[in-house]
Nanobody, 115 residues
Framework: QVQLVESGGGLVQAGGSLNLSCAASVSIFSINPMAWYRQAPGKQRELVATITSGGTTNYADSVKGRFTISRDNAKNTVFLQMNSLKSEDTGAYYC?????????WGQGTQVTVSS
C-alpha cells in the first residue's frame, strides 16, 4: 500500500520559514502530479502547489513568490519550502499523489503562524 508521510510542520512567527517534507513508500519517479494542499480550520481544503513528473510547477496565487515545491526522485520525497509566512498560511498541510488508479493523501502536518 502506498503511503505518504509529511513532516516539518510547527509553530513559527510571521515572516519566518518552514520546509515541509513528504516521504513516499514507493518510487515517485513517474507519479504525476504530486502536490501540497492545506486546510484551515472551518475552511475547505485548497490546493497550494503542484509539481509534475517533469518538474513543472504551479502555485496558488496566495503563495506565489513565497513557496517553492520541489521533488527529489532519488529520495522519493517532495518538499515545500515556505518563506515569508503569514498568519493566513496557518492550517494542516497535506501531501497528495495521483497514481494511475488511485489518489493518495498523507496524514497531514500542522503549520501555525503567529502574528
Amino acid at each position: 500500500q502506498v503511503q505518504l508521510v509529511e513532516s516539518g510542520g510547527g509553530l513559527v512567527q510571521a515572516g519566518g520559514s518552514l520546509n515541509l517534507s513528504c516521504a513516499a513508500s514507493v518510487s515517485i519517479f513517474s507519479i504525476n502530479p504530486m502536490a501540497w494542499y492545506r486546510q484551515a480550520p472551518g475552511k475547505q481544503r485548497e490546493l497550494v502547489a503542484t509539481i509534475t513528473s517533469g518538474g513543472t510547477t504551479n502555485y496558488a496565487d496566495s503563495v506565489k513568490g513565497r513557496f517553492t515545491i520541489s521533488r527529489d526522485n532519488a529520495k522519493n520525497t517532495v518538499f515545500l519550502q515556505m518563506n515569508s509566512l503569514k498568519s493566513e498560511d496557518t492550517g494542516a498541510y497535506y501531501c497528495y499523489a495521483r497514481l494511475p488508479i488511485q489518489t493518495i493523501w498523507g496524514q497531514g502536518t500542522q503549520v501555525t503562524v503567529s502574528s
